[in-house]
């Protein structure tokens, strides 16, 4: 194996490590909520965490699905450079959706992606944030927000930071959309719950 690509593939693999850590289902049970795969849409994301009722729950489950793509990034940065950094993303989004401790069901990757494009280029992050709080506030829907934000974040990774980060930022809206798969079919039907209303859909 050439000495250069086991730096890649360690950034990838510590990515995955650290994404894979189920906090939603972590903080629930702790909290008592009981388990969160049992609830809504059975995935353990912050969306998900909000059906519950406690709303500072899942904001701390938001925080933490955030930070555990934001530390592997640094620190594949600070060890192996930019490109480490990157493959650090992508395997943090993969564990947070396909966590090996959980038979492979994860959550849907929004925070993570906040987490990544961040922590990858901060005006990138800033404005997924921004285009993804326009679209929750005005259209009420939590799915076609974290959507929106999602298939234009590689347009302004390109703008920001070129070729590299746009691909890698396209490939993390890739599985964000295959992860939202059933949200794309409900928003296609008009069926889609908006934020605070119907519980049965995630």
Known sequence: MPAEILPLIMALVLGYLSGSIPFGLILTGAAGLGDIRSIGSGNIGATNVLRTGNRPIAAATLVLDALK???????????????????AAVGAFLGHCFPVWIGFKGGKGVAVMIGSTLALSWPVGLIFCAVWLLI???????????????????????????????????????????????????????????IGGSKKAG
């Not at 450079?81 to 493959?87: K, P, T, Y």
């Not at 980060?165 to 928003?187: K, M, P, S, T």
């Open 69 to 87: 793509a934001v530390a592997p990034i640094l620190v594949a940065r600070y060890f192996w450079g930019e490109d480490a950094a990157r493959l």
């Open 136 to 194: 929750a506030f005005t259209r009420k829907i939590s799915s076609l927000a974290a959507l929106t934000a999602a298939a234009t974040a590689p347009i302004f990774a390109y703008v920001f930071s070129g070729e590299r980060l746009a691909l890698v930022v396209a490939g993390l809206a890739l599985l964000l959309f295959f992860q939202h798969r059933e949200n794309i079919g409900r928003l296609l039907k008009g069926t889609e719950p908006t």
